[in-house]
């Protein structure tokens, strides 16, 4: 069974860094696709997302500020999210996905205020 767990969440100031780490604590697995996403007032909307090709998709809002990595053999993806605005603040929530398996972290909180 798969099961992600979350750390990395927190409050830091303007301009701060943060890295966030998701790892699938239950029996590994190869997903087609690691990331993280964002709650939005009406959807998640996608912060940074890598393939198992290798190939990576930001969000506009993070280009050039967000580093995401994977490592799939460990089931791994971290997001180190630098120079920080309070637009950023909200909801991350880990996914990890491969055709009949799309699941889930518990969502970890990052806040961005002086």
């Known amino acids: 069974q798969v099961q992600l767990v979350e750390s990395g969440g927190g409050l830091v100031q303007p301009g701060g860094s943060l890295r966030l780490s998701c790892t699938n604590s239950?029996?590994?697995?190869?997903?087609?696709?690691m990331g993280w996403f964002r709650q939005g007032p009406d959807k998640r909307q996608l912060v940074a997302v890598a393939s198992s090709t290798g190939s990576i998709q930001y969000g506009d809002s993070v280009k050039g500020r967000f580093t995401l990595s994977r490592d799939s053999a460990k089931n791994t993806v971290t997001l180190q999210m630098n120079n920080l605005k309070p637009e950023d603040t909200g909801v991350y929530y880990c996914?990890?996905?491969?055709?009949?398996?799309?699941?889930w972290g518990q969502g970890t909180q990052v806040t961005v205020a002086s």
């Open positions: 996914n990890m996905w491969k055709i009949g398996l799309d699941a």
């Open positions: 239950g029996m590994k697995t190869g997903f087609t696709l």
